[in-house]
C-alpha cells in the first residue's frame, strides 16, 4: 500500500470539508426521509409477474406451470388490482385508466360482465376509446381492434385482452404466439435468477469452509491514491454530493431540455436521453475533480492511482461473476428478512420505473448504457477507488469496506432499499480488497444491474 505522508491540510480544506459534511448530511437525510412518499416499484413488478403468469399459464406443461406461474394466477391478478385500486383510493388519488380497464377485463374472463360495467364506465368518463368500444359490446374488424388496443400503455395482457374482448377473434389477436412468448420470459425471469440464487449459496458454502479451514487465499496489497481523509471528504461531499447531486441538475438540467426540444422526440426517448446527458454531467464534475488531485500526487504506482487491471479481462471478470454469484444470496436474505419486517417501505429508484416502462429499443437502449456502463464506472471510481482504500490506509481494511459500502447506499437515497444497497456495497468492497483490483469490481457492479435491467425488461413491455 502506499503510505507516502502529505503535508497536513490547510485550515481553509478542514472548513470547506466540513461544510460538504454538512451539506451531504442534510441532503442525504432529507432524501431519505423523502424517499418514503416516493412509490415501491415492487407493487409494479408483482403486477407484472402475475400477468406474465396469466399469459404464460395456459402454455406451459402441468410441472412447469405450477412451479412457475402458481396456482391461480388470474385470482391472485384480480387480488393484487384490488389491491393497488385501495390503496390508490387510500392516497387520494384516482385510480389510473389502465388499472380500471384491467380490472374490468380481468372480470370479463372470469365471466362476470355485471361487475365489469361499473369500471368501463369510469374508464369511459375519462375518455378512454377502449372502455366505448368495450361498453358498446360490438365486435370489430380484428385490424381495428388491434389498432385500438395498440394505443394502450406498453403491458401485453392488456394489450392482448383488449384486442380479444373488442374483436371476439383470440387468434386473430395472435393469441398463440402472444402466450408463447410470454412462456419463455417467464421462464428466463424465474429460471436464471434461480440458477444463479443456487450457484452462489454452493460458493459461499466452499468460501466460508476454507476461511474456517484457514486456506483462504491472503489479501492482496491494497494500492490506492495518496490522498488525505479530508480530501476525500471534498471529493464525496463537495464533488459527488453539492457538484453531482445538486449544481448539476441546476444548471444542465435546462441545457439537456433546450437541447432536446430542439429535435421532435417520443416522450419515452426524450426522457431516457435526458437521463443519460444528466447522468454524463453528473459524472464530469467529480471526475475533474479527481484527475485534479490526483495530478498533484506525483508519478503513479504501476497500475494506476485506481487500480483498475483489466488485463487479462478472463480474470476480473471472473472475479465478478463469483463475487455476483456469492453475494447475491446475501442479498437476497436481506431482502427478504426487510420484506418480513417492513412489507413496503416505498422509495424505489425512479429509473427502474422507466425501464419497467421504456416499452421501445431506442429509450431502453440509453437506460442501459446509464445503468450499465455509466453508473458502475462512476460509482466504483468514487466509493471503492478512491473512498474505501484512503479509509483502510488510516483505518483498516474492514472500516474501509464497511464505510465506502454505507456511504454507497445512502448515496442512493432510497431508505426501503438501503439494506441490500448496504450489502451489496460490503459485497463490492469485500471484492476490491480480496482482488486488489478497481475493475473487478466495476464489471461485478455491471453485472448486478445488468440482471435488474434484463429482468426489469422481460418483466415490461
Not at 446509464?370 to 466509493?383: H, N, S
Not at 448486478?448 to 422481460?458: D, E, G, R, S
Request: aromatic fraction near 6%; proline fraction near 8%; glycine fraction near 10%.
Amino acid at each position: 500500500m502506499n503510505t507516502g505522508e502529505r503535508p497536513g491540510p490547510a485550515r481553509w480544506k478542514v472548513l470547506l470539508a466540513l461544510i460538504c459534511v454538512a451539506i451531504s448530511l442534510l441532503l442525504w437525510s432529507n432524501g431519505l426521509l423523502e424517499s418514503l412518499k416516493r412509490p415501491s416499484v415492487a407493487n409494479d413488478l408483482e403486477r407484472r409477474q402475475l400477468e406474465l403468469a396469466v399469459l404464460a399459464s395456459p402454455h406451459l406443461p402441468p410441472a412447469l406451470g405450477q412451479a412457475f406461474a402458481g396456482q391461480d394466477p388470474l385470482g391472485r391478478l384480480q387480488q393484487h388490482l384490488e389491491g393497488l385500486g385501495m390503496g390508490q383510493a387510500e392516497a387520494g388519488q384516482p385510480a389510473s385508466t389502465d388499472l380500471l380497464l384491467e380490472q374490468a377485463l380481468v372480470a370479463v374472463y372470469q365471466g362476470q360482465r355485471q361487475r365489469a360495467l361499473p369500471l368501463l364506465e369510469q374508464a369511459r368518463a375519462r375518455d378512454s376509446a377502449v372502455a366505448t368500444a368495450l361498453l358498446l359490446n360490438q365486435p370489430l374488424a380484428p385490424a381495428e381492434a388491434q389498432a385500438l388496443s395498440a394505443s394502450l400503455a406498453p403491458v401485453p395482457l392488456l394489450r392482448q385482452w383488449s384486442c380479444e374482448a373488442l374483436s371476439g377473434d383470440p387468434q386473430a389477436c395472435g393469441q398463440p404466439q402472444v402466450g408463447q412468448r410470454a412462456a419463455m420470459r417467464l421462464l428466463l425471469v424465474n429460471l436464471l435468477p434461480g440458477l444463479s440464487l443456487l450457484a452462489g449459496l454452493g460458493l459461499l458454502v466452499r468460501e466460508l469452509w476454507l476461511r474456517w479451514r484457514g486456506r483462504s487465499l491472503p489479501l492482496p496489497p491494497l494500492v490506492g491514491p495518496a490522498l488525505s481523509e479530508i480530501d476525500t471528504v471534498l471529493l464525496v461531499g463537495g464533488g459527488f454530493v453539492v457538484v453531482g447531486q445538486v449544481l448539476t441538475p441546476i444548471l444542465l438540467g435546462p441545457l439537456v431540455e433546450s437541447l432536446l426540444s430542439l429535435v421532435e422526440l417520443p416522450a419515452a426517448l426524450h426522457s431516457a436521453l435526458s437521463v443519460l446527458l444528466l447522468y454524463l454531467g453528473l459524472m464530469a464534475g467529480p471526475l475533474g475533480i479527481l484527475w485534479w488531485m490526483l495530478r498533484g500526487l506525483g508519478p503513479a504506482p504501476q497500475g494506476g492511482w485506481l487500480q483498475l487491471g483489466w488485463l487479462p479481462p478472463w480474470l476480473p471478470a471472473g472475479r465478478a461473476l463469483k463475487g455476483f454469484l456469492i453475494v447475491l444470496p446475501l442479498v437476497s436474505l436481506v431482502s427478504w428478512l426487510q420484506q418480513q419486517i417492513w412489507s413496503d417501505p416505498g422509495g424505489s429508484n425512479p429509473l427502474l420505473e422507466l425501464v419497467l416502462q421504456g416499452g421501445a429499443l431506442a429509450p431502453l437502449s440509453c437506460y442501459g448504457i446509464t445503468a450499465i456502463v455509466l453508473a458502475p464506472l462512476f460509482e466504483e471510481t468514487i466509493f471503492r477507488g478512491v473512498l474505501l482504500p484512503v479509509v483502510a490506509r488510516q483505518r483498516g481494511p474492514w472500516l474501509g469496506v464497511l464505510v465506502s459500502g454505507l456511504v454507497f447506499a445512502i448515496a442512493h437515497l432510497s431508505l426501503g432499499e438501503l439494506p441490500a444497497l448496504l450489502m451489496l456495497g460490503l459485497g463490492l468492497g469485500w471484492l476490491r480488497l480480496s482482488s486488489g483490483r478497481l475493475g473487478a469490481s466495476v464489471l461485478m457492479h455491471s453485472l448486478w444491474n445488468a440482471m435488474t435491467f434484463a429482468n426489469l425488461v422481460l418483466l415490461g413491455s
